[in-house]
């Protein structure tokens, strides 16, 4: 209403700002980071009563833990977000081979203000996803297929059995099924966010950037040679680095890599346990708000500030008031 739109956001749009920004969601580009990074100022409500505003100019410390920590610190009253004035995008969406795109991934993350892939597992097929500014008087489509994720998995199924060219007849059927771009045009907030009415389940890491096409190539290998009956596409982005301690991006740029599956598939967490130790030679660090493993000091490792974080932490709410039993876990050590 008043004519601005946050910087970036997420593919989904059901989170509070508190809850993303405690998690440090994210969207993709190589030039933007996650929207953790764009809080310039705090209210924070801390255990024992008190209310302490944090900006550049004041508890600046307090205000780069404070960005990203899952709620650790007590409770966020009030934001302030670097926005920028409202804007249109236009997003395309195609079908390419995965092997061809990996090559390109550098070029394409240059060159265009948001970039992602989705590359479908046990295929060489991976969808594009790149989004720039609308050009003036272009009109809006904005169209959506939330259950086009279960047509895929239909699809796979009806022909796991051939046997010998079941990849064949995969990558065929693809090509038949996407045969030309796809576009989605309007107000940002429109274009970036997309319903999700199937319900999976979510592991992420993210990788230095530099790394991101290495990471992404073993764990495809993975799944290829544990899991030929996984279908549902991965996700895999761009993030650039913020200051915060201990969000994913913390003094480096990311490059995120998501894996999915079917919350009615059994044995899901089988699936995802058995990815994750590739993100670990990585030097991976997982999304706050999804599924892994890590604890203590393993996550100690990987965040310089680590022990920043916790005394501050521990200053705060020397007591643990904010801590449940899962964070009382994950910070122990």
Request: aromatic letters at 10%; one cysteine or more.
């Amino acid at each position: 209403q008043i004519g601005q739109a946050v910087m970036n956001m997420s593919d989904i749009n059901y989170q509070s700002l508190g809850g993303a920004i405690a998690t440090s969601t994210h969207g993709t580009g190589r030039e933007l980071g996650s929207m953790s990074s764009y809080v310039k100022g705090i209210r924070l409500l801390t255990p024992a009563g008190e209310v302490i505003d944090c900006d550049e100019n004041s508890n600046a410390d307090l205000l780069r833990a404070g960005m990203t920590s899952l709620g650790s610190f007590g409770v966020i009253s009030r934001l302030r977000f670097q926005n920028r004035e409202s804007h249109r995008l236009h997003q395309q969406e195609w079908l390419a081979t995965t092997d061809e795109i990996l090559e390109e991934t550098e070029k394409m993350a240059r060159e265009n203000q948001q970039f992602e892939l989705f590359p479908i597992p046990n295929s060489n097929r991976t969808i594009v996803v790149t989004t720039n500014e609308a050009q003036p008087g272009a009109q809006d489509i904005i169209e959506d297929d939330p259950y086009g994720i279960l047509e895929l998995r239909d699809a796979f199924n009806a022909i796991d059995w051939v046997p010998g060219i079941r990849d064949w007849v995969y990558d065929k059927g693809m090509d038949m099924a996407f045969p030309e771009i796809k576009h989605r045009i309007g107000a940002s907030y429109n274009v970036l966010a997309h319903p999700r009415n199937v319900r999976f389940a979510e592991m992420e890491y993210t990788v230095p950037a530099e790394q991101g096409v290495a990471c992404l190539r073993d764990v495809l290998a993975t799944i290829e040679e544990k899991m030929p009956e996984l279908v549902f596409p991965l996700e895999y982005r761009y993030v650039k680095a913020d200051d915060s301690l201990i969000g994913m991006f913390s003094q480096r740029d990311g490059c995120s890599i998501s894996v999915h599956q079917f919350m009615d598939e059994p044995g899901w967490e089988n699936t995802l346990a058995a990815i994750e130790p590739v993100f670990h030679q990585y030097q991976g660090r997982p999304h706050w708000g999804k599924w892994h493993s890590m604890q203590g000091a393993d996550l100690a490792r990987l965040y310089p500030r680590w022990q920043e974080f916790h005394r501050i932490r521990r200053e705060l709410d020397p007591t643990g008031r904010m801590l449940n039993p899962y964070m009382e876990k994950l910070f122990a050590g």
